[in-house]
């Protein structure tokens, strides 16, 4: 038995499912790069908010490439399981915010009349960093980017999500509409103000008056997104529908903890978000830095040096005590320094929890899936710290490590002589600067600082960061990692 509307009553008791009326639902809100992410935390808040106060807040999710999403979820009316799971045990609910999920290459046509349709109020984004098209080291919109050249030649057939954004508000302003608020959820550093300067870049060259209207009319409120989803596993689905009484395509899991702070801009209107925990905030940096800083960065320096030591996951990466020493001691001395607190922010407490996430075995977080797209991640995660610590005339070592892990990584050789499945919209570039280097770490070292987009050209021209990533990257090749983080 497949889960869907008419399935929906039969599934078992224990299962939380939607209270209001589905069929009734408007769409609200279009969410550009719908997956597991979204489904697990935006999707999930949007939920509570309708199951406390109805209102029109449907979503349609809208995929930019892959039709995996749409195709599992549409002979399940949208509906799709959230289990979260931890030490103590998993809870099992069942989602009813989504609407419909479209495929934008198949028929942007029916994207764009979404994106028009006068009930939308805002348009949220999770495409990752590499689906903004911009330069990671700078934030501006790279006008050379193939995808951009082609939205700006053909504007109503547009592949990416600044190209659908500009088109869309372009028909409104057209019809007289006003304009959505646009809503980043990505993990980028001031990710509001990054979308809102691509996309009034992206509309000016289209034309200036057009340019202006959305730099006037247009709210691009920062927001800072936080919760653990991995990837779903085939025995994840297994159980899930094993407990359920019906089959699920594409449950997604993930932890207990979760959190949403946004900026409360929103001429249009939008959900009662408040009322389910999310922090409606004047200015969201200072907390978006703590989690970029804190969260992130200790992420992928662990995702990198725990791939390289053998560890397939988070929880296993951690359980190393030099992992846990090394980590502690980035947060300590490192990262934490570096931030602004937000009102009320307890820092050591925030620590200690991010170091239980990471340990929570009940998450199969694969260190190879948070290594994906270490080029547009780097700058936000590691390298704005690094920047911080050496302008403050401080020690990087820590962070030197993590850099240097991730090098290692882009090598595209494991220790043992296996290929790395190196994802990262800079593959094939990396791929060329390690063959260029042939296993000498100071030269794939020389070549990667090349790489403008990611370390800008303050970086490579500092000898107080190149010094110890160097240092750190020659000795992941002559000790390896577990011997490197034995001594952290």
């Not at 999403?69 to 069942?94: F, W």
């Not at 994840?236 to 395509?249: C, I, P």
């Not at 791939?307 to 947060?331: F, K, N, Q």
Request: charged residues 25%; aromatic residues 6%; proline residues 7%.
């Amino acid at each position: 038995m497949r889960l869907n509307a008419q399935t929906l009553p039969t599934v078992a008791a224990t299962v939380q499912r939607p209270a209001y009326d589905r069929s009734a639902l408007e769409p609200g809100i279009v969410h550009l790069g719908i997956g597991a992410f979204h489904r697990a935390h935006q999707a999930v808040y949007t939920e509570d908010a309708l199951n406390r106060a109805f209102g029109p807040w449907g979503i349609v999710g809208v995929s930019l490439r892959s039709p995996d999403t749409r195709d599992a979820l549409a002979p399940q009316d949208g509906l799709y399981t959230v289990a979260v799971r931890d030490a103590a045990g998993e809870s099992l609910r069942v989602v009813g915010s989504i609407l419909e999920c479209l495929v934008a290459p198949e028929d942007s046509a029916a994207v764009l009349e979404r994106m028009t349709r006068p009930s939308v109020r805002i348009v949220t984004v999770t495409v990752t960093e590499k689906g903004y098209c911009h330069d990671p080291a700078t934030g501006a919109l790279n006008e050379s980017h193939p995808d951009i050249v082609h939205d700006l030649a053909e504007p109503e057939r547009p592949r990416t999500a600044v190209g659908f954004l500009a088109e869309a508000l372009a028909r409104r302003h057209a019809l007289g509409l006003a304009p959505f608020t646009v809503l980043s959820c990505d993990n980028l550093p001031s990710n509001g103000d990054t979308v809102a300067g691509i996309l009034r870049r992206f509309a000016t060259l289209r034309s200036p008056e057009f340019g202006a209207w959305v730099t006037e009319a247009v709210a691009c409120p920062n927001s800072m997104v936080d919760r653990i989803v991995p990837a779903t596993t085939e025995a994840d689905r297994a159980h899930v529908a094993a407990e359920l009484g019906a089959e699920d395509s594409w449950p997604v899991m993930t932890e207990r903890f979760t959190q949403w702070v946004v900026e409360d801009r929103f001429p249009a209107g939008r959900p009662a978000w408040e009322l389910e925990g999310v922090e409606m905030v004047a200015d969201v940096h200072p907390y978006e830095t703590m989690k970029l800083r804190l969260l992130n960065g200790s992420h992928s320096t662990l995702a990198y040096l725990g791939y390289l030591a053998g560890y397939e996951t988070v929880s296993d990466a951690i359980a190393d005590p030099g992992m846990a020493r090394l980590i502690r001691g980035l947060m300590d001395e490192e990262s934490g320094p570096t931030l602004h607190l937000p009102p009320g922010a307890d820092l050591e407490r925030y620590k200690d929890a991010l170091i239980e996430r990471f340990r929570n075995p009940a998450l199969r977080h694969r260190t190879w899936q948070i290594a994906m797209d270490g080029t547009q991640k780097l700058p936000q995660r590691l390298l704005g710290t690094a920047r911080e610590r050496l302008a403050a005339g401080a020690s990087i070592d820590r962070l030197a490590l993590g850099v240097a892990a991730w090098m290692r990584y882009a090598a595209g050789v494991d220790e043992q002589g296996q290929p790395i499945d190196v994802r990262d919209p800079l593959a094939a570039r990396l791929a060329e600067i390690a063959a260029d280097a042939k296993g000498d770490p100071d030269r794939l070292a020389d070549g990667l600082f090349g790489l403008t987009a990611v370390f800008g050209s303050d970086l490579p021209a500092d000898p107080r960061f190149t010094g110890p990533v160097s240092a750190a990257l020659r000795r992941l090749y002559a000790e390896g990692a577990r011997a490197v983080l034995a001594a952290a």
